[in-house]
Protein backbone atom coordinates (compact mmCIF):
# COMPACT_ATOMS: atom_id res chain seq x y z
CA UNK A 1 0.00 0.00 0.00
CA UNK A 2 2.71 2.35 -0.04
CA UNK A 3 4.26 4.56 -2.36
CA UNK A 4 7.29 3.63 -3.77
CA UNK A 5 10.32 5.70 -5.17
CA UNK A 6 12.93 3.68 -7.35
CA UNK A 7 15.64 5.14 -9.19
CA UNK A 8 17.48 3.64 -11.93
CA UNK A 9 16.19 1.49 -14.55
CA UNK A 10 19.14 -1.51 -14.75
CA UNK A 11 18.76 -5.24 -13.04
CA UNK A 12 18.50 -3.58 -10.15
CA UNK A 13 16.08 -1.27 -10.54
CA UNK A 14 13.92 -3.63 -12.23
CA UNK A 15 13.89 -6.23 -10.06
CA UNK A 16 13.07 -3.95 -7.44
CA UNK A 17 9.95 -2.57 -9.29
CA UNK A 18 9.20 -6.25 -9.19
CA UNK A 19 9.30 -6.79 -5.68
CA UNK A 20 7.94 -3.92 -4.42
CA UNK A 21 5.00 -4.78 -6.61
CA UNK A 22 4.79 -8.41 -5.71
CA UNK A 23 4.74 -6.81 -2.24
CA UNK A 24 1.61 -4.80 -2.98
CA UNK A 25 3.41 -1.37 -2.87
CA UNK A 26 3.00 1.35 -5.66
CA UNK A 27 5.82 2.26 -7.79
CA UNK A 28 5.54 5.91 -9.33
CA UNK A 29 8.96 6.78 -10.37
CA UNK A 30 12.24 5.36 -12.14
CA UNK A 31 14.78 7.17 -13.92
CA UNK A 32 17.64 7.14 -15.99
CA UNK A 33 20.94 9.54 -16.60
CA UNK A 34 19.24 11.56 -18.89
CA UNK A 35 15.80 12.10 -16.42
CA UNK A 36 13.10 10.10 -14.86
CA UNK A 37 9.55 9.24 -15.81
CA UNK A 38 6.58 9.59 -13.36
CA UNK A 39 3.36 7.38 -13.85
CA UNK A 40 0.73 8.12 -10.83
CA UNK A 41 -0.82 5.07 -12.09
CA UNK A 42 2.05 2.60 -11.23
CA UNK A 43 5.07 1.66 -13.30
CA UNK A 44 3.65 -0.94 -15.88
CA UNK A 45 6.48 -3.04 -15.54
CA UNK A 46 5.98 -5.23 -18.72
CA UNK A 47 6.28 -1.99 -20.58
CA UNK A 48 9.60 -0.79 -19.04
CA UNK A 49 10.97 -3.79 -19.45
CA UNK A 50 10.17 -3.71 -23.63
CA UNK A 51 12.20 -0.32 -23.55
CA UNK A 52 15.03 -0.86 -21.36
CA UNK A 53 15.76 -5.13 -22.40
CA UNK A 54 14.15 -5.48 -25.29
CA UNK A 55 13.78 -1.70 -26.97
CA UNK A 56 17.26 -0.33 -25.58
CA UNK A 57 15.65 3.12 -24.96
CA UNK A 58 16.27 5.96 -22.81
CA UNK A 59 12.89 5.73 -19.95
CA UNK A 60 11.80 9.43 -21.81
CA UNK A 61 10.11 6.50 -24.75
CA UNK A 62 8.23 4.69 -21.56
CA UNK A 63 6.14 8.10 -21.34
CA UNK A 64 6.00 8.59 -25.18
CA UNK A 65 4.35 5.06 -25.88
CA UNK A 66 2.18 5.30 -22.51
CA UNK A 67 0.90 8.49 -24.28
CA UNK A 68 -0.69 11.69 -23.13
CA UNK A 69 -3.58 11.23 -20.55
CA UNK A 70 -2.31 7.91 -19.37
CA UNK A 71 -0.69 9.72 -16.02
CA UNK A 72 3.25 9.39 -17.66
CA UNK A 73 4.85 11.72 -17.84
CA UNK A 74 9.09 12.26 -18.44
CA UNK A 75 11.29 14.96 -16.59
CA UNK A 76 14.25 15.89 -18.15
CA UNK A 77 17.46 16.50 -15.90
CA UNK A 78 16.36 17.00 -12.08
CA UNK A 79 16.43 14.91 -9.49
CA UNK A 80 13.84 11.81 -9.02
CA UNK A 81 14.25 12.11 -5.26
CA UNK A 82 11.30 15.43 -5.97
CA UNK A 83 8.85 13.00 -6.28
CA UNK A 84 7.09 12.40 -2.58
CA UNK A 85 7.26 8.79 -1.78
CA UNK A 86 6.82 6.69 1.41
CA UNK A 87 9.76 4.46 -0.06
CA UNK A 88 12.74 5.36 -1.43
CA UNK A 89 15.06 3.11 -3.33
CA UNK A 90 18.12 4.43 -4.81
CA UNK A 91 18.97 1.92 -7.55
CA UNK A 92 21.05 3.82 -9.54
CA UNK A 93 25.16 4.73 -8.98
CA UNK A 94 26.92 6.03 -6.23
CA UNK A 95 26.49 9.33 -4.41
CA UNK A 96 23.02 9.84 -6.34
CA UNK A 97 21.09 10.90 -3.23
CA UNK A 98 22.69 14.32 -1.79
CA UNK A 99 22.01 16.17 1.20
CA UNK A 100 19.48 18.18 -0.85
CA UNK A 101 17.47 15.14 -1.59
CA UNK A 102 17.10 13.88 1.53
CA UNK A 103 16.10 16.49 2.79
CA UNK A 104 12.88 17.19 0.06
CA UNK A 105 12.45 13.30 1.00
CA UNK A 106 11.66 13.92 4.41
CA UNK A 107 9.96 17.28 3.94
CA UNK A 108 7.60 14.79 1.77
CA UNK A 109 6.96 11.85 3.99
CA UNK A 110 9.38 9.36 3.31
CA UNK A 111 9.65 6.85 5.99
CA UNK A 112 12.25 4.40 5.03
CA UNK A 113 15.02 4.51 2.40
CA UNK A 114 16.72 1.23 1.21
CA UNK A 115 19.99 1.59 -0.80
CA UNK A 116 20.33 -0.72 -3.57
CA UNK A 117 23.36 0.17 -5.04
CA UNK A 118 27.10 0.96 -3.79
CA UNK A 119 26.97 3.90 -1.18
CA UNK A 120 23.90 5.91 -3.31
CA UNK A 121 23.35 8.29 -0.34
CA UNK A 122 25.53 10.75 0.49
CA UNK A 123 27.30 10.78 4.16
CA UNK A 124 25.55 13.92 4.62
CA UNK A 125 22.34 12.28 3.45
CA UNK A 126 22.41 9.17 5.86
CA UNK A 127 23.07 11.76 8.89
CA UNK A 128 19.88 13.15 7.51
CA UNK A 129 17.89 10.27 7.62
CA UNK A 130 19.23 9.31 11.20
CA UNK A 131 18.66 12.42 12.70
CA UNK A 132 14.74 12.20 11.14
CA UNK A 133 14.48 8.66 12.75
CA UNK A 134 13.80 7.26 8.70
CA UNK A 135 14.57 3.63 8.55
CA UNK A 136 17.60 3.35 6.69
CA UNK A 137 19.04 0.27 5.30
CA UNK A 138 22.46 0.60 4.34
CA UNK A 139 24.06 -0.83 0.72
CA UNK A 140 26.32 -3.62 2.01
CA UNK A 141 23.68 -4.98 4.05
CA UNK A 142 20.33 -4.55 1.93
CA UNK A 143 22.16 -4.73 -1.67
CA UNK A 144 24.04 -7.81 -0.54
CA UNK A 145 21.50 -10.10 -2.38
CA UNK A 146 23.68 -10.04 -5.22
CA UNK A 147 26.90 -11.08 -3.98
CA UNK A 148 24.57 -13.55 -2.34
CA UNK A 149 23.49 -15.02 -5.06
CA UNK A 150 26.61 -15.55 -6.69
CA UNK A 151 28.08 -17.55 -4.12
CA UNK A 152 25.04 -19.59 -4.45
CA UNK A 153 25.55 -20.58 -7.92
CA UNK A 154 29.04 -21.14 -7.12
CA UNK A 155 27.50 -23.59 -4.33
CA UNK A 156 25.21 -25.02 -6.92
CA UNK A 157 27.81 -25.63 -9.45
CA UNK A 158 30.44 -27.22 -6.89
CA UNK A 159 27.51 -29.82 -6.00
CA UNK A 160 26.85 -30.52 -9.46
CA UNK A 161 22.84 -29.60 -8.96
CA UNK A 162 20.40 -27.48 -10.37
CA UNK A 163 18.27 -25.33 -8.53
CA UNK A 164 14.98 -24.09 -9.79
CA UNK A 165 14.18 -20.07 -9.74
CA UNK A 166 12.11 -20.52 -6.87
CA UNK A 167 14.49 -22.56 -4.41
CA UNK A 168 17.51 -19.92 -5.43
CA UNK A 169 15.04 -17.30 -4.39
CA UNK A 170 13.79 -18.78 -1.19
CA UNK A 171 17.18 -19.37 -0.18
CA UNK A 172 18.52 -16.36 -1.23
CA UNK A 173 14.96 -14.74 1.11
CA UNK A 174 16.46 -16.42 4.15
CA UNK A 175 20.03 -14.71 3.82
CA UNK A 176 18.98 -11.55 3.39
CA UNK A 177 16.50 -12.25 6.76
CA UNK A 178 19.51 -12.92 8.49
CA UNK A 179 21.58 -10.27 7.49
CA UNK A 180 18.57 -7.94 8.70
CA UNK A 181 18.48 -9.65 11.57
CA UNK A 182 21.96 -9.85 12.57
CA UNK A 183 22.33 -6.27 11.85
CA UNK A 184 19.32 -4.92 13.95
CA UNK A 185 20.75 -7.63 16.57
CA UNK A 186 24.23 -6.43 16.81
CA UNK A 187 22.75 -2.54 16.72
CA UNK A 188 20.68 -3.49 20.20
CA UNK A 189 23.76 -5.08 21.27
CA UNK A 190 25.60 -1.82 20.87
CA UNK A 191 23.33 0.54 22.38
CA UNK A 192 21.89 1.65 18.76
CA UNK A 193 18.75 -0.05 18.35
CA UNK A 194 17.23 0.44 15.35
CA UNK A 195 20.56 2.07 13.71
CA UNK A 196 21.09 -0.67 10.61
CA UNK A 197 24.55 1.40 9.71
CA UNK A 198 25.45 0.86 13.06
CA UNK A 199 24.51 -2.73 12.76
CA UNK A 200 25.86 -3.73 9.34
CA UNK A 201 29.24 -1.76 10.15
CA UNK A 202 30.10 -3.68 13.72
CA UNK A 203 28.51 -6.82 12.00
CA UNK A 204 30.65 -6.84 9.09
CA UNK A 205 33.54 -6.22 11.06
CA UNK A 206 33.44 -8.67 13.74
CA UNK A 207 32.97 -11.49 10.68
CA UNK A 208 35.55 -10.60 9.36
CA UNK A 209 37.93 -10.47 11.97
CA UNK A 210 36.37 -13.32 13.56
CA UNK A 211 37.63 -15.39 9.81
CA UNK A 212 41.09 -13.85 9.94
CA UNK A 213 41.53 -14.96 13.57
CA UNK A 214 39.88 -18.61 12.82
CA UNK A 215 42.67 -18.46 9.78
CA UNK A 216 45.40 -17.41 11.90
CA UNK A 217 46.12 -14.23 10.25
CA UNK A 218 45.89 -12.56 13.19
Aim: hydrophobic share 40%; aromatic share 6%; charged share 20%.
Amino acid sequence: GKKVVVSGSGNVAIFAIEKVQQFGGTVVACSDSAGYVVDENGIDLALLREVKEIRRERVSEYARLKGEGSGAHYIEGGSIWDVACDIALPCATQNELTAKDAKTLIENGVIAVGEGANMPSTPEAVHLFQAANILFAPGKAANAGGVSTSALEMQQNASRDSWSFEQTEERLAKIMRGIHDNCAETAELYSSPGNYVVGANIAGFVRVAEAMRSLGVI
